[in-house]
Nanobody, 122 residues
Framework: QVQLVESGGGLVQAGGSLRLSCAAN????????MGWFRQAPGKGREFVAA???????YYADSVKGRFTISRDNAKNTVYLQMNSLKPEDTAVYYC????????????????WGQGTQVTVSS
């Protein structure tokens, strides 16, 4: 497993933006599919976005057009740029990673960060 450390969460007003970062401590980061998941209070964890080692991206319908996932392999870091935030985006956001496989299923990811809180006020 790889150690993942998220940062960048916080409190923002509806319509605002935040950028989350997730740093990984592996030399093989460039081969990883990296994903972002979130868990709202009282709800299960859900997929948000993922990016393959090829750069191909996947998004949940609820964030498509508002969120952008990207990666910097030189820095072993994946980002989630969140624009036009809504109160329903309030959740703990988790970074996850797994080598090679193209997937958005959380059960396929074997490395997880500790999570970072995002709160969007109305």
């Amino acid at each position: 497993q790889v150690q993942l450390v998220e940062s960048g969460g916080g409190l923002v007003q509806a319509g605002g933006s935040l950028r989350l970062s997730c740093a990984a401590n592996t030399r093989t980061f460039s081969t990883y599919t990296m994903g972002w998941f979130r868990q709202a209070p009282g709800k299960g964890r859900e997929f948000v976005a993922a990016i393959r080692w090829t750069g191909y991206t996947y998004y949940a319908d609820s964030v498509k057009g508002r969120f952008t996932i990207s990666r910097d392999n030189a820095k072993n870091t994946v980002y989630l740029q969140m624009n036009s935030l809504k109160p329903e985006d309030t959740a703990v956001y988790y970074c996850a990673g797994q080598p090679w496989r193209a997937t958005t299923d959380e059960s396929d990811f074997d490395s997880w960060g500790q999570g970072t809180q995002v709160t969007v006020s109305s």
